[in-house]
């Protein structure tokens, strides 16, 4: 871990030398523009935003010093937001812990256990530091979703500082998705009223830590002299801020022409300072509308109320390869009271669906809107009404969607016994992973999956790493399983594309199979639609048993139960290709050595009547022919 550490003359003549602030950078940062400029944010164009933040006062006894008051937290508060206030920024004390629950934003925590902290504070982890390490502190003081909180931690000492006779304050520079990711300064450079150091009564290293906070680097960072030839990857990324390579040793003498001793981000004393940049606005704003959007889209500012219920979040595939799909919507109740009755309302494609939540006690729970109609929409909203709702600018939410042509494949995975030494991937054409799973549990199964598939091949790797594939118990040890499972089964439309036998034997296994789908199987006339033509035809292969073309549900019989599924998809027109001449067709059907899409081809006539003769023997004359997964209309000469 690097750490950027440079030092600062105090103004107080009681004071020796002591450092502003250790600036982090860990490795696994998502930092914007730590390389380069890139700021895409016009500061006119943006609106106020207001960032919900926790103070966690990690002091060493209910008595000491280091506790400090409430009123001293408030005034470090005023502080952020007069001073962050040009920059279109403020900051809230968080009115909701992670759980919901109502609070004041401030916490304390008695350290006083840790020897370390007790005697030396908490370490910033650069080189020869000493305390109790920072991330430790961060996670055993409770830190809080930094994705949706600021934590400030006011500490007692820093790296043994003897109160303040070092470092200041310390941040990482961009989140670090774990505890670390915070503020830290001393209790008694912390607000601008209370129990404060000399020259740190105006509470400007809170001001400057927050600026790291928000992706801001020192002035004077990476430079070395008074030249800078490029400002968007050199300094500090900044241009719109002088370039200078030195702590600022006062108001008055800047170590290159023009630096800027009142710029919050310099070392200079909290006296000279008074501002950010309209590019260093602009650039806290560019990481807050990008990886740390959350602070913004969360309810940790809004207060707690008896009765305020929203949308929280949503299972559903983003993006989707049929026209329906069933969407979980998880509904909070945010409040502190139950809710006698909720409308969760969903509008997709202009469509509403409705469902009710009954006596909706505190925290989630979830609705389930079956074969909701996604076909071509871009996203979905959702709206909670509640006549009892006492906070209603959370009841609206939306999420993206987007659909594809393609099919919704079904997987089944029937493990053996042995569960845990069967894994399995499918890949498509190009070679990329479609899905895959394994080292399942011992004993468990079946496994259910999902997926989206199209008119494409795939190839299917089975491994078993003791070698007996899907087979529990060979008791003659004669290859053929006794005791055993199915294995692993694809459908699409009702139709097996691959499948396992059972109890089938192997270490690796790998088998291709095609999807090549009719996209109106229930056209048994040809006619392009699903009419009263189709509905005559099953009737005159009632009661068929076998290989019987109108068995939409695949059970083998034609019965009722074709007729009522049939009976949903009346009106329903097929793709129907025009102008396509039958000796193209002949030759394309010959070079097939075998059906395509699991059927042979289909020609019928005008008026909806199968022709079974040869190709050759048609008459001239316009035919609908079904072959190869699509419907088209030919014209033979």
């Not at 164009?45 to 919900?52: A, F, I, M, Y």
């Not at 999420?399 to 494949?409: I, K, N």
Request: one cysteine or more.
């Amino acid at each position: 871990m690097r750490a950027l550490i440079t030092t600062l003359i105090l103004a107080a003549s009681t004071l020796s030398q002591a450092q502003e602030c250790a600036l982090l950078i860990p490795n696994d940062a998502r930092v914007m523009g730590l390389t380069q400029r890139s700021v895409l944010v016009d500061l006119e164009d943006v609106d106020t935003v207001t960032l919900p933040i926790v103070f966690h006062i990690v002091h060493t006894g209910i008595d000491a010093e280091n506790n400090i008051s409430d009123s001293q937290i408030m005034s470090q508060l005023n502080v952020l937001n007069e001073e962050f206030a040009d920059s279109k920024i403020q900051f809230c004390l968080a009115a909701r812990d992670p759980e919901g629950n109502p609070t004041n934003g401030i916490t304390r925590y008695d350290a006083s256990w840790n020897e370390e902290y007790l005697y030396e504070g908490v370490s910033n982890g650069s080189m020869g530091s000493s305390g109790w390490g920072h991330e430790d502190m961060m996670q055993s003081s409770g830190c809080w979703n930094p994705d949706e909180y600021i934590n400030y931690y006011v500490v007692s000492e820093i790296n043994g500082n003897d109160g303040g006779n070092g470092i200041q304050g310390f941040a990482y520079l961009g989140p670090t998705n774990d505890c670390r990711d915070g503020v830290v300064c001393l209790y008694n450079v912390t607000g601008n009223e209370g129990v404060l150091k000399p020259g740190r009564e105006l509470g400007f290293t809170g001001v400057h830590e927050i600026g790291h906070h928000l992706s801001l680097y020192h002035t004077f960072s990476n430079t070395m002299d008074c030249f800078e030839s490029n400002c968007e990857t050199q300094g500090d990324l900044v241009c719109d801020t002088p370039v200078t390579f030195a702590n600022q040793s006062g108001c008055d003498s800047p170590t290159c022409e023009g630096a800027l001793t009142e710029n919050f981000m310099d070392y200079s004393l909290e006296s000279c300072k008074e501002s950010f940049t309209v590019g260093q606005s602009e650039r806290m704003h560019q990481q807050i509308q990008t990886v740390r959007s959350e602070l913004v889209d969360n309810l940790s500012c809004v207060p707690v109320v008896d009765y305020d219920v929203t949308p929280y979040t949503a299972l559903y595939q983003e993006v989707w390869c049929t026209p329906y799909q069933d969407i979980w919507i998880d509904v909070s109740n945010q409040g502190s009271t139950t809710l006698d009755l909720v409308e969760v309302q969903l509008y997709c494609n202009g469509d509403e669906y409705v469902e009710y939540i009954y006596d909706m006690g505190l925290g989630i729970e979830s609705v389930l809107f079956e074969d909701v109609f996604v076909d071509g929409a871009q996203q979905f909203e959702v709206q909670t009404i509640s006549g009892q709702d006492q906070y209603e600018d959370n009841d609206y939410a939306w999420w993206p969607l987007s659909t594809e042509d393609g099919y919704l494949m079904e997987i089944t995975v029937d493990t053996d016994v042995w569960a845990n030494e069967t894994n399995w991937d499918i890949y498509d054409s190009s070679g990329e992973l479609l899905i895959g799973d394994g080292g399942y549990p011992i004993q468990s199964g079946p496994y259910q999956y999902e997926v989206c598939v199209y008119d494409d091949c795939y190839d299917v790797v089975i491994t078993d790493t003791n070698g007996d594939g899907f087979c529990s118990i060979d008791f003659d040890n004669d290859g053929v399983c006794d005791v055993g499972s199915q294995g692993i089964t694809a459908v699409v439309n009702g139709q097996v594309v691959f499948g396992t036998e059972f109890g089938e034997q192997f270490s690796v296994l790998e088998e291709s199979f095609c999807i090549d789908i009719d996209p109106c199987p229930l056209d048994f006339d040809g006619n392009g639609t699903v009419g009263n033509g189709d509905v005559i035809y099953m009737v005159g292969e009632w009661g068929c048993e076998g290989d019987c073309e109108t068995d939409p549900n695949n059970d083998g019989t034609v019965n009722v139960f074709d007729l009522l599924y049939l009976l949903t998809e009346i009106g329903n027109n097929c793709p129907v290709d025009q102008d396509l001449s039958i000796g193209m067709l002949k030759d394309l059907i010959v070079a097939s050595s075998r059906p395509v899409g699991g059927s042979s081809p289909r020609i019928y006539d005008m008026a909806g009547r199968r022709l079974r003769g040869p190709l050759e023997s048609l008459a001239s004359g316009v035919y609908i022919l079904k072959w190869a997964g699509v419907t088209k209309k030919v014209f033979v000469q």
